[in-house]
């Protein structure tokens, strides 16, 4: 059975549930990439960024709410070709949310007239690399770092959209 999922634009009064969805996954995925004991989870400057994308003409902010309520479970943000960030609630991980919320992003991106895509991952996420990997990403070999502190490594992956987002 497939997972049900919606998107919608976010708004400013949405960061706080934004930021709790979040958390979990980031300390729990990324504990490899950010030590909890030096680099804790960075509430304020995460949610200045994303009231700062919200604000952007240029980038897409988008809640994504379980298909069989209104409850907020992860999020997005779309600029132009690049899928920025993407993120499900810990709670809903091994559920089907997060690559429904994929497909339904990705979707939304063709809609736009994206036919090939990019993003970032942080190298030392593993867990992350294997699902985009699983969902038809590839890496390019670019790598980058970045901005939050201790500064880790990111590689970017590509996808086309021209195809189905799910494997058959």
Same mark, same amino acid.
């Given at each position: 059975?497939?997972?049900?999922?919606?998107?919608?634009?976010?708004?400013?009064?949405?960061?706080?549930?934004?930021?709790? +969805?979040?958390?979990?996954?980031?300390?729990?995925?990324?504990?490899?990439?950010?030590?909890?004991?030096?680099?804790?989870?960075?509430?304020?400057?995460?949610?200045?960024?994303?009231?700062?994308?919200?604000?952007?003409?240029?980038?897409?902010?988008?809640?994504?709410?379980?298909?069989?309520?209104?409850?907020?479970?992860?999020?997005?943000?779309?600029?132009?070709?690049?899928?920025?960030?993407?993120?499900?609630?810990?709670?809903?991980?091994?559920?089907?949310?997060?690559? +429904?919320?994929?497909?339904?992003?990705?979707?939304?991106?063709?809609?736009?007239?994206?036919?090939?895509?990019?993003?970032?991952?942080?190298?030392?996420?593993?867990?992350?690399?294997?699902?985009?990997?699983?969902?038809?990403?590839?890496?390019?070999?670019?790598?980058?770092?970045?901005?939050?502190?201790?500064?880790?490594?990111?590689?970017?992956?590509?996808?086309?959209?021209?195809?189905?987002?799910?494997?058959?």
């Amino acid at each position: 059975m497939t997972r049900q999922v919606s998107l919608r634009a976010m708004t400013p009064p949405d960061v706080p549930a934004v930021i709790e +969805a979040q958390e979990a996954g980031a300390v729990i995925g990324l504990a490899a990439v950010f030590p909890q004991d030096e680099f804790p989870f960075p509430r304020e400057a995460i949610a200045r960024r994303w009231l700062e994308e919200i604000a952007s003409s240029d980038i897409e902010c988008l809640v994504v709410r379980d298909g069989d309520g209104d409850e907020l479970i992860g999020c997005a943000a779309l600029r132009g070709d690049e899928l920025m960030h993407f993120g499900i609630a810990f709670e809903r991980w091994g559920t089907g949310a997060a690559q +429904a919320a994929h497909d339904a992003v990705l979707e939304r991106m063709r809609s736009a007239g994206v036919t090939r895509a990019w993003l970032r991952v942080f190298t030392g996420n593993e867990r992350g690399r294997r699902f985009y990997e699983r969902l038809g990403w590839t890496p390019t070999g670019e790598r980058s770092l970045s901005t939050f502190a201790p500064c880790p490594e990111l590689l970017q992956y590509e996808r086309e959209l021209g195809g189905r987002t799910r494997d058959a």
